[in-house]
């Protein structure tokens, strides 16, 4: 049981600050979308590691918490290494976020307006940056 309220407990720690990051990082348009992918997400881990966890428990009763654990670190690790972008000291990566500031339109920056909003002087308005990779001198 004790295992059982720290692996709630940590569940906790991570849904809380995604939906809290998803509701202030997104525009309100769009939040219904992002939302359901999350949803989506999240239930397809929880369909592979409900059976997963109902062969461990079937087939390694002492330990199967553990192995699970071990399962999970492994996948995490593996995720980690094939989605982070290279750390490469000289290169920078817009994120991609909804989000306003004054701006002007160049090489970098470049995105459709809705009808009245001038391109050519500085205005803001809620936009994304794409993840676009570049190199500095």
Do not use: C
Not at 127 to 133: S, V
């Amino acid at each position: 049981m004790v295992l059982w309220l720290v692996a709630g407990i940590g569940q906790n720690f991570v849904n809380l600050p995604t939906q809290t990051l998803i509701a202030d990082r997104i525009t309100t348009a769009m939040q219904g979308r992002v939302y359901g992918a999350h949803f989506a997400w999240s239930h397809l881990w929880w369909g592979i590691s409900y059976p997963l966890a109902g062969w461990l428990g079937s087939n390694f009763a002492e330990g199967e918490f553990f192995y699970g654990s071990l399962i999970g670190l492994m996948l995490l690790g593996v995720v980690q290494l094939i989605l982070s972008p290279p750390a490469d000291e000289n290169e920078h990566v817009h994120a991609n976020l909804w989000h306003e500031h004054e701006h002007i339109h160049d090489e970098h920056h470049q995105h459709n307006h809705h009808p009245g909003i001038p391109s050519g002087e500085p205005h803001t308005h809620p936009h994304q940056h794409k993840r676009i990779r570049h190199s500095h001198p």
